[in-house]
């Protein structure tokens, strides 16, 4: 019995050091950038919807089931930072617009593409991108 509790109290002990220093997941890769992480965490979701045959979000009620899923993206897309086009999905290779960082149309900014790619965009270069429907 003594040699059991020991035990678990040393694989505690060294779950809590291997802890120690190590960045938080949602921090892990940062950018500093809180549109084009949304958009990055929106598109990985978006592929994972695709790779396992279910259908995109038609609309943000959708995501509230799911929202611990979009840790970054769901909280942007409910306050307004990010837009997406409902119902649009992945595709490999596309190059449509399916999300984007709301000022992004009137000042240039950060896009999803159906690609599951962010880039960056001009006001310009928004305007004349195709945008999925």
């Known amino acids: 019995m003594r040699r059991t509790v020991c035990g678990a109290v040393a694989a505690v002990a060294l779950g809590l050091l291997a802890g120690c220093g190590a960045k ?3 921090d892990a890769g940062s950018s500093g950038e809180p549109g084009k992480e949304a958009l ?5 979701f978006l592929k994972g919807r695709t790779e396992d045959n279910q259908r995109p979000p038609a609309k943000l009620a959708d995501l509230r089931p799911i929202e611990p899923l979009l840790p ?7 306050n307004g930072e990010i837009v997406y086009v409902w119902g649009a999905g992945y595709k490999d290779g596309g190059t449509r617009v399916v999300g984007y960082e709301t000022k992004t149309p009137a000042e240039g900014g950060y896009v999803l593409l159906e690609d599951g790619s962010v880039k960056a965009m001009t006001a310009a270069e928004f ?3 195709p945008k999925a429907k």
């Open 127 to 129: 305007a004349a991108a």
């Open 40 to 44: 990055e965490d929106l598109g990985r």
């Open 24 to 26: 938080n997941s949602a």
């Open 72 to 78: 970054v993206a769901y909280p942007a897309l409910q």
